[in-house]
């Protein structure tokens, strides 16, 4: 794949971002493309500077987001982890399957394993969840649990799972939307599916704005930085 990553990091560092949401994204995608620079290292800082006490605003999925992006490079603050799992009731976190796998797999990229929280997603999953972006997110949150301990107990959940998400793309060759379609890329290259996902991300591809971003109306934080972690996944 002949993809060059500079103009889409210049756009992503034109912008102007104050979502916690936004800056764990780029910083992910920044550490993973190895942009390492002025803007990468105030990026970081920034995100590290928005924690309040033990959480990002006692915001769940904040929290989570800013947490996975500090652990890839090697940053883990105890107290968040303990936050995270004191928001955790009757083994899921809000009766909520985003909220939950978020913090799942922040949890996973700090190293904490939760098996009551896995065993929480796979006994109510039904089709109410049934959708590529959300099994998707499902899946991940498995996943990397699972590795961390070299648990099994997930597997046949997990591979049945992919295989539907699979069986779910579109005649263009991806699932619904841009956002939707890095999550389920990123989903089945962690579980083994890579071979899946070529014609996918050629679609992914297919979507680029002519500045170098993804997204509507000229280009969107979250979608440009998604598009890069799937394209950085695939190709490493």
């Given at each position: ?181 890095n999550l389920v890329i990123q989903s089945l290259i962690l579980t083994g599916h890579k071979d899946e996902t070529a014609i996918p991300l050629k679609w992914i591809l297919s979507h680029i704005n002519s500045n170098g971003s993804w997204g509507k109306e000229g280009g ?17």
């Open positions: 794949m002949d993809f060059k990553s500079e103009a889409s990091f210049k756009w992503l560092y034109s912008q102007k971002i104050t979502k916690v949401k936004d800056l764990a994204r780029i910083v992910q995608a920044s550490y993973l493309w190895n942009e390492e620079n002025n803007h990468t290292e105030g990026l970081t800082e920034k995100l590290i500077n928005s924690k309040t006490e033990n959480s990002w605003n006692s915001d769940l999925r904040d929290t989570s987001r800013a947490a996975s992006a500090l652990a890839l490079k090697g940053i883990v603050f105890p107290d968040i982890e303990r936050w995270v799992l004191s928001e955790q009731a009757e083994r899921s976190w809000n009766n909520d399957v985003y909220d939950t796998t978020y913090a799942l797999i922040a949890l996973a990229d700090m190293g904490s394993y939760n098996p009551e929280g896995c065993g929480w997603l796979i006994d109510n999953y039904g089709k109410k969840w049934e959708h590529p972006g959300t099994t998707a997110l499902i899946i991940t949150a498995l996943s990397k649990q699972a590795k961390l301990e070299n648990e099994d107990t997930f597997s046949d959940f997990i591979a049945e799972r992919a295989r539907w998400i699979i069986s779910q793309q579109e005649s263009e060759g991806a699932w619904k939307t841009l956002a939707t379609s969107d934080i979250n979608t440009t930085s998604l598009s890069l972690i799937t394209l950085w996944q695939y190709m490493n």
